[in-house]
């Protein structure tokens, strides 16, 4: 059975930093992408960061862009999300997703496998 767990969410004051990691069991094809979206109620889920498993390509979303990392480590197939200098607007829900398509890693209709999400608050 294909799961993600996420793990690292919590309770950070504004410009501090938060880790999150992601680990994928159980998925019968070969993952190409791994990545994290998040959501706030009421809104539609909008990615953060993803990359690619072979090349490393990554993809960051504006508002990650100078201020997070994505990381993987492939063998054991996990992922990452370096959260720096956090603002009160990255409080949301955060999702890991991987994905077995080729040449698709960044939107969610990319993603085929989901976690069950793990919050993250961030306090000004």
């Known amino acids: 059975q294909a799961r993600l767990v996420e793990s690292g969410g919590g309770s950070v004051q504004a410009g501090g930093s938060l880790s999150l990691s992601c680990s994928a069991s159980g998925i019968t094809y070969d993952i190409t992408c791994m990545g994290w979206f998040r959501q706030d109620p009421g809104k539609e889920r909008e990615a953060v960061a993803t990359?690619?498993?072979?090349?490393?390509?990554?993809y960051y979303a504006d508002p990650a862009k100078g201020r997070f990392t994505i990381s993987q480590d492939i063998a054991e197939k996990r992922v990452y999300l370096q959260m720096n200098s956090v603002k009160s607007e990255d409080t949301a829900m955060y999702y890991c997703?991987?994905?077995?398509?080729?040449?698709?890693?960044?939107?969610?209709?990319?993603?085929?496998?989901w976690g069950q999400g793990t919050q993250v608050t961030v306090s000004s």
């Open positions: 990359i690619g498993f072979r090349g490393d390509s990554t």
């Open positions: 997703a991987a994905g077995v398509y080729y040449g698709r890693c960044k939107t969610s209709v990319d993603f085929g496998y």
